[in-house]
C-alpha cells in the first residue's frame, strides 16, 4: 500500500473490556513495530516482529498486552482488561529491510478508556 | 539505560526566523531519525540521519556520532512549521529494532 494503515482510528472503551488494534504496513516490508504515546509524552516502544517472529517484546507493560503477525503484513495488538492508564495513542510503523532502515508511520489509533 | 534528550522543550519563533533543535544521545548510534508531528498526530519522516550531514529543502540536519548528538536545523520557518518535532534512535545490541524517543521539541511559528 502507500503508506501504513490503522484502525480504527478511535476507539472509546470500557475499563475490563478487551480491545484490538490493526495495523497494515508499507507493502514488502519486513519489519513491523507498535508504540504508545501517552497525551503530552514522547512514543515507548512497544514490541517488533521481524517477519512473523517478535524478537523484542520488552516494552509491552503487562501480561495484558500481546500481539500478533501473520503472513509477514498485519498485525494485531490486544489489549485485555483494560484499564484507564492504558488510553493513549497506539503507532504502528515498519521499515523495508532490517532495523537500522527507516521507519515509517500510521496514523495511529487513540485509546480511550472509561 | 539509554537516553535521548532533547532541547530546548519549547520554541516560539517569528515566521521568516531560523532555529537549531538538538539532540543528545547516549550510546553508539544504530540508527537516529528525525520526525516532525503535525497538529492531527501525524509523524512525519524528516530525516534518517545516523552520521553525516543531509539537506532537504529548508531543513538539514547534521549527526555527529563520536559526540553522540544530532542537530535539525530550520530556515525561513513557516506556520505550517509549528509542531512537535522528535528525535529517536537506536543503539542496536540488545536494544535492536527499538526506537527511543526524546521528549520533543515544540515548535511555535507565528505569523
Known amino acids: 500500500g502507500a503508506g501504513v494503515s490503522q484502525s480504527p482510528s478511535n476507539k472509546v472503551t470500557e475499563k475490563g473490556k478487551d480491545v484490538e488494534l490493526r495495523c497494515d504496513p508499507i507493502s514488502g516490508h519486513t519489519a513491523l513495530y507498535w508504540y504508545r504515546q501517552r497525551l503530552g509524552q514522547g512514543l515507548e516502544f512497544l514490541i517488533y516482529f521481524q517477519g512473523n517472529s517478535a524478537p523484542d517484546k520488552s516494552g509491552l507493560p503487562s501480561d495484558r498486552f500481546s500481539a500478533e503477525r501473520t503472513g509477514e503484513s498485519v498485525s494485531t495488538l490486544t489489549i485485555q482488561r483494560t484499564q484507564q492508564e492504558d488510553s493513549a495513542v497506539y503507532l504502528c510503523a515498519s521499515s523495508s529491510w532490517g532495523v537500522t532502515d527507516t521507519q515509517y508511520f500510521g496514523p495511529g489509533t487513540r485509546l480511550t478508556v472509561l | 539505560g539509554i537516553q535521548v534528550e532533547q532541547s530546548p522543550p519549547d520554541l516560539i519563533l517569528q515566521e521568516g526566523a531560523n532555529s537549531t533543535l538538538r539532540c543528545n544521545f547516549s550510546?553508539?548510534?544504530?540508527?537516529l531519525q528525525w520526525f516532525h508531528q503535525n497538529p492531527w498526530g501525524q509523524l512525519i519522516n524528516l530525516f534518517y540521519i545516523p552520521s553525516g550531514t543531509k539537506q532537504n529543502g529548508r531543513l538539514s540536519a547534521t549527526t555527529v556520532a563520536t559526540e553522540r548528538y544530532s542537530l535539525l536545523y530550520i530556515s525561513s520557518s513557516q506556520t505550517t512549521d509549528s509542531g512537535v518535532y522528535f528525535c529517536?534512535?537506536?543503539?542496536?545490541?540488545?536494544?535492536?529494532?527499538?526506537?527511543?524517543f526524546g521528549q520533543g521539541t515544540i515548535l511555535t511559528v507565528h505569523p
Open positions: 550510546d553508539s548510534v544504530n540508527n
Open positions: 529517536a534512535f537506536n543503539a542496536g545490541g540488545t536494544s535492536y529494532g527499538k526506537l527511543t
